[in-house]
Every structure is written in structure tokens, then in C-alpha cells.
């Protein structure tokens, strides 16, 4: 609609110039102010025009956001046995994380090297979790593929649950190769000392939903909440939030880091957590 308009203000405009130029001849000098006029008329209209695309867009891109992503939630109607009716794979998929992580186990051949550097602290509250946006440059290596961390976030239980329990919380690191493929580090977190990167996290997170907030002048390194020991417990599973996608890689270390009892507290979800999943047959490795 927009883009007709900008299309019948240019024909109108092309129309006066050519006119101008018929004037042109009978009127000689004037005429050069005039076509100026237009020519500057022309670009304040597109500028207007540019406006009003920019403002329909965000609104019709919120609104297709609306449509596109049903609302849904942990609890209640919308919570995850009805995630299914509004994204089919989490339900129907096969390979749905996260799992109950219980013997027997299969021997993981894969190496898995975090490399996280220490960037500019970019968090949210998205309504569902903490998220903290990783700036570009710190990367995982899973043998010889690189997969760059994408942003981390926690669930409080865990989600994965270890002999048939969650722990206290858990982080996520969200990575993704070149070719697309998702691979997802889980560090379990454990009640016991006050955890020094999660209180730098928790003193700068929204406790309401929002967009992204910068912290000015607070850095931040995501390596700061690994276990020392990379040992894992790997399989194939999904998102574990809709659209619950395949695909995914999971490492959850077997060493926990800890967290105090205040901290979990602190966290603004009391509940966050998808149930564990039917296994289906899908192996679980160990290193
Ligand atoms: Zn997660």
C-alpha cells in the first residue's frame, strides 16, 4: 500500500516535471527554482514514506510474531502437555529433550572444548528465563566442528534429571555451528556457596519482561560458570521450549557447580522447567 503510494507521488511528480519542462521554454529561470522545489519535495516524501514503512513494519512484524508464536507457559492450559497443539514436533517428535539420565550408558567419544572469552553483559527476561546474549567470539569445539555460543540461560529445577531427579537449577549454553547444527552445553547447579558469577548475573537481570538491557561497564565471562571437569553425559534431543525443533546436541556435565539456597530464590521463575521425555531408544554416552 505504502509502496503505492511512493509510486503515484513519483508518476504525479514525473508528470510536473514534464510540464516544468514545457515551461521550461516560456518561462526560462523560474523554472530551475521550481524543479528544485520538486526534487526536494520528492525527497521529503520519500523520507515520509520510509517513516511510515519502518513504523508498519515493526507493528505488522510484532503482530506476525503474535500470530506465529502462541503464547505458552509451564503451568495451566497452556503449560507443556498442550504445547502440542499449537507446535505439532512437541509432541509428535521422537528425539524431545529433556531426558531422565539413568544407566546404561554408552562410552562418548566426543571432546568437547569451550573457549568463551570475556564480553560486554547483554541480558533479558524474556518471560521464560534469565538469558544472557553472548557477544561474537567465544566458541565450543565438538572434535574438529566450531560452534559459537549463542546466549545462555537457566531453568529452575533442572530439566534434565539425574538417576530420576532434577537438581537445584541448571544452565544452558545455546551453541551453533556454521551449518546450523545446535549443540547445547548443560552445567547442573547445586545448592551450597553463594555462586559469584550468578550474583553479578542476578544484581543486572530484569525481574520483568523486556527486551535486552546492556549493562554499561559490567563484563562478563560465561566460562566463569563451568565446572572445572568437562566430564558429560551427551545424547540427541530437542529445544525444550516450542517449537521444541530436533536436531539438538546435549552435553550435561556430570559436575555440578553451586548455587546458594538465596540465589535459586532470587531467580524470578519458580518454575521453568519441561517434564523429561520418553527416551524412544536414544542412546545415552558418558566421557
Ligand atoms: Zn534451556
Known amino acids: 500500500m505504502v509502496k503505492m503510494i511512493l509510486g503515484l507521488v513519483a508518476a504525479m511528480l514525473l508528470v510536473a516535471s514534464v510540464t516544468l519542462g ?26 515520509r514514506v520510509d517513516e511510515v514503512e519502518a513504523g508498519g513494519h515493526h507493528e505488522n512484524a510484532a503482530k506476525a510474531h503474535a500470530d506465529a508464536a ?5 503451568e495451566g492450559e497452556m503449560g507443556p502437555d498442550h504445547w502440542g497443539s499449537a507446535f505439532p514436533t512437541c509432541a509428535s517428535g521422537k528425539s524431545q529433550s529433556p531426558l531422565d539420565i539413568k544407566e546404561p550408558f554408552e562410552k562418548g567419544t566426543y571432546e568437547i572444548k569451550p573457549n568463551y572469552t570475556t564480553g560486554q553483559l547483554k541480558i533479558l527476561n ?8 553472548v557477544p561474537p567470539g567465544s566458541t565450543m569445539r565438538v572434535n574438529a566442528e566450531t560452534f559459537e555460543l549463542l546466549q545462555f540461560h537457566f531453568h529452575r529445577p533442572s530439566e534434565e534429571h539425574i538417576n530420576g531427579k532434577p537438581m537445584d537449577m541448571v544452565v544452558h549454553f545455546v ?6 547444527k545446535l549443540a547445547v552445553i548443560g552445567v547442573l547447579l547445586k545448592e551450597g556457596a553463594d555462586n559469584e558469577a550468578i550474583k553479578t548475573l542476578w544484581a543486572n537481570a530484569p525481574k520483568k519482561e523486556g527486551p535486552e538491557v546492556v549493562v554499561e561497564n559490567v563484563k562478563f565471562n560465561p566460562a566463569n560458570l ?13 529445544l ?7 536436531g539438538v546436541a546435549f552435553f550435561i556435565l556430570n559436575t555440578p557447580v553451586h548455587v546458594s539456597k538465596a540465589q535459586v530464590e532470587a531467580f524470578p521463575f519458580k518454575l521453568n522447567a519441561r517434564p523429561v521425555q520418553p527416551q524412544n531408544g536414544r542412546k545415552i554416552y558418558t566421557k
Open 126 to 133: 524474556n518471560g521464560h528465563t534469565i538469558q544472557v546474549n
Open 226 to 238: 563451568l565446572p572445572t571437569r568437562l566430564n558429560y553425559y551427551h545424547y540427541e534431543g530437542s
Open 70 to 74: 502462541p503464547h505458552w507457559a509451564y
Open 175 to 180: 551453541h551453533k555451528s556454521e551449518a546450523g
Open 22 to 47: 514545457v515551461v521550461n521554454t516560456l518561462k526560462g529561470k523560474s523554472l530551475e527554482k521550481q524543479v528544485l522545489a520538486v526534487r526536494t519535495e520528492l525527497k521529503e516524501t520519500k523520507a
Open 240 to 246: 525444550t521450549t516450542p517449537p521444541c525443533t530436533e
